[in-house]
């Protein structure tokens, strides 16, 4: 994941690394609260890589297009949150 967050960012260096992991990490847990079940194989997932990276460009630095970046991460999210295959709703672990 670190690898494919430094590629979106364009960041050819390794001296953000640990900021970027914090950001990942983040993510996730944001993702998780908002009720995305992540699995070990979920990260390889190219809808959850995509909102992780959109999450990433949100808060890496001062980007120009915040704003675009914040609705496109929670519509990301919220669509997310809503699919049965990225959550354990039909199961009823979280109602």
Request: hydrophobic fraction near 40%; proline fraction near 1%; charge should be negative.
């Amino acid at each position: 994941m670190l690898e494919a967050v430094r590629k979106a960012l364009r960041i050819k260096t390794e001296a953000y690394d640990d900021e970027l992991e914090q950001l990942i990490l983040a993510a996730q847990l944001d993702l998780g609260v908002a009720g995305v079940v992540l699995e070990s194989n979920a990260t390889l997932d190219a809808l959850v890589t995509t909102a992780v990276i959109t999450y990433c460009k949100l808060h890496f630095g001062q980007p120009d297009d915040y704003d675009r970046l914040k609705r496109s991460y929670d519509e990301q999210k919220a669509q997310l949150a809503t699919c049965t295959g990225y959550t354990d709703w039909r199961n009823g672990a979280n109602t």
